[in-house]
């Protein structure tokens, strides 16, 4: 997608200051310094509290300072270290023109493809009655996969969601998958739009989550939408933690109609130590791994972005900030 005329028409000066500002505790010399390399021409300098602006024209950022967009007044555009942009959105002190270019992939699809993968087949080939069989010594086969009877449904068929829906539709599950536009990859049944939501969950047993946070999927995963889920469901949940109304998922293992849930994002992250999810018996929970960023792919993908915005050539990843992703 080609970035607005005003974050282009200017040429941008050179050498064009760059402002690096992470939430994480990363190490420059693993962050800035090859960002530098990567860019000739680039000066990327780390956000520091407390100091004068720097006169940045971009921004590389992850869940950055509200004060960084008060400061850097003369900002063209920013780019996000992560294919979620919820955390920027947050900032009330975002301007509300300024061009937003997120991560596309760098290595977590297959990441996210390999944890759907894996908390599916752990469930369907029953590996966790295997393990428990173990402890006791037992050899006993328990009876084999009917993947008729494991329907999956993919939430959101973007970046993440269509190589999740194709590495399970790979696998040989009948795969589904929701999104707004209706667009899925070939072997996967497309859903699209809200109306069709009730008939992508009653089809479903294994819900995988891939979407954005945004106004119309913040607490999609509640109680009257899970329970549509065929009867011994599983939920995999690899969007955002405020997807998930936690208590009502709670209820609903209980009731027995969610058989158990992989959770990797939460409402409050780190999960706090007393809640329920850490010894749920029918619960796993993960530290939001899904997808780790790949520092080079990282670095390699937000250089190529930065060299074309310097260029005044298109960039691809532009969030459409009046849809939220
Ligand atoms: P994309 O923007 O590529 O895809 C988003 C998908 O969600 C699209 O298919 C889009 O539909 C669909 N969608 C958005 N809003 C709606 C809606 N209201 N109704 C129906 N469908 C909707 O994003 P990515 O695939 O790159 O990333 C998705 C999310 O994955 C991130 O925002 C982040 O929250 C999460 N993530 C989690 C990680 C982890 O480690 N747990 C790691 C990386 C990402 P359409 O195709 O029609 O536009
Ligand atoms: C992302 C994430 O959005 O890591 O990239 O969650």
Not at 124 to 143: G, H, I, N, T
Not at 161 to 168: D, P
């Amino acid at each position: 997608m080609d970035l607005p005329a005003a974050a282009r028409a200017a040429p941008v000066s050179t050498p064009v200051k760059i402002i690096f500002a992470s939430s994480h505790d990363i190490d420059p010399a693993l962050w800035i310094d090859p960002l530098s390399q990567a860019v000739p021409g680039a000066q990327v300098v780390p956000w520091r509290a407390g100091e004068p602006a720097v006169g940045a024209e971009a921004a590389v950022v992850w869940n950055p300072p509200a004060e960084l967009f008060e400061r850097e007044r003369g900002l063209r555009v920013a780019f996000n270290l992560g294919a979620g942009v919820d955390g920027l959105f947050r900032l009330p002190t975002l301007p509300p023109q300024l061009p937003i270019v997120r991560l596309e992939d760098a290595g977590m699809a297959v990441q996210m493809a390999e944890y759907a993968a894996q908390a599916l087949v752990r469930a369907s080939r029953q590996f966790d009655d295997y393990a428990a069989q173990q402890r006791e010594r037992r050899w006993l086969p328990l009876p084999e996969l009917d993947r008729t009877q494991w329907p999956v449904g993919v939430l959101g068929l973007g970046v993440m969601g269509a190589r999740v829906a194709q590495t399970l539709a790979g696998l040989d599950y009948p795969v589904a998958g929701w999104s707004r536009s209706g667009k899925a990859p070939a072997g996967v049944q497309a859903f699209a739009g809200m109306d069709a939501l009730p008939d992508f969950l009653a089809r479903t047993r294994v819900l995988v989550n891939t979407l954005p946070l945004t106004d119309e999927t913040r607490d999609l995963l509640r109680r009257d939408t899970l329970s549509r889920l065929l009867p011994g469901a599983h939920l995999i949940n690899m969007g955002r933690g405020q997807h998930l109304v936690e208590e009502d998922l709670l209820a609903l293992l209980e009731s027995g109609h969610v058989a158990g849930a992989t959770l990797d994002v939460f409402r409050q992250e780190p999960l706090p130590a007393d809640h329920p999810f850490w010894t749920h018996p029918r619960v796993t929970v993960t530290p939001h791994v899904a997808a780790l960023s790949l520092r080079r792919e990282t670095i390699a993908q937000v250089a190529d972005k930065i060299r074309r915005f310097m260029r005044g050539e298109p960039v691809s990843g532009q969030v459409a900030r009046q849809r939220g992703y």
